[in-house]
């Protein structure tokens, strides 16, 4: 079945610091990939996403691009700020069948960013 | 415009009690999403609608949880009777037709049952 793996945390960084948050998927077919990020205290906000091999989605500073070829679409930033701590989740989901429009979302990866 | 909203924000109810937890999708969209979040099983889906109408919920834990939409623009998640390892953190979010990949999540509503 479908599933996303990503790396465990939490991740504790210093400010301007370079995060790499890895995440590998298993699924059929072409699914479109996402990264959300929930803030304490809030629901999950779409922080960006890729819907095709070699998509990259950028948003406030994150990157993360859909390699087919690894099944992973890691993000990525090059200088952490304090405000970015929040947990980050990676999710896919298919662009077929039934299950259509549902989101299949990792565990998550708590990141902290220290002064 | 205002976002998917849920009430309340906070329930704490004892054991054997019955909790109805609210949502208002997103103005416009057709599909309703309710998770689940706790420490030890992350983010869990437990039931989606397509205009007004449940897809799939195989999520659903067991018979004490039900769900209804009967509209467009409101939805509600129950448990009956609850119980203290239904304690967790419940998300409703909304999706439009046109980016239905893309989900909108409320604020969520913090359950105890003690």
């Known amino acids: 079945g479908n599933s996303v793996t990503q790396m465990e945390g939490p991740v504790t960084l210093s400010e301007e610091a370079f995060l790499t948050i890895n995440c590998t998927y298993t699924?059929?077919?072409?699914?479109?990939l996402f990264w959300y990020v929930q803030y304490p205290g809030e629901g999950l906000q779409l922080l960006l996403k890729?819907?095709?091999?070699?998509d990259k989605g950028s948003n406030k500073g994150f990157e993360a691009t859909y390699r087919k070829e690894t099944t992973s679409f890691h993000l990525e930033k090059g200088s952490v700020q304090v405000s970015d701590s929040a947990v980050y989740f990676c999710?896919?989901?298919?662009?077929?069948?039934?299950?259509?429009?549902?989101?299949?979302f990792g565990k998550g990866t708590k990141l902290s960013v220290k002064p | 415009d205002a976002g998917v909203i849920q009430s309340p924000r906070h329930e704490v109810t004892e054991m054997g009690q019955e909790v109805t937890l609210r949502c208002k999708p997103i103005?416009?969209?057709?599909?309703l999403f309710w998770y689940r979040q706790t420490m030890m099983r992350g983010l869990e889906l437990l039931i989606y609608?397509?205009?007004?109408?449940?897809?799939?919920d195989s999520g659903m834990p067991e018979d004490r949880f039900s769900a209804k939409m009967p509209n467009a623009s409101f939805s509600t998640l129950k448990i009956q009777p609850s119980e203290p390892r239904d304690s967790a953190v419940y998300f409703c979010?909304?999706?439009?037709?046109?980016?239905?990949?893309?989900?909108?999540f409320g604020p969520g509503t913090r359950l105890t049952v003690l």
């Open positions: 999710a896919l989901s298919q662009n077929y069948g039934g299950s259509q429009g549902n989101l299949i």
């Open positions: 890729a819907t095709k091999a070699d």
């Open positions: 699924a059929t077919g072409y699914p479109s």
């Open positions: 609608f397509n205009n007004n109408v449940p897809i799939d």
């Open positions: 979010a909304s999706s439009p037709r046109q980016s239905y990949n893309e989900q909108f």
């Open positions: 103005s416009g969209h057709n599909s």
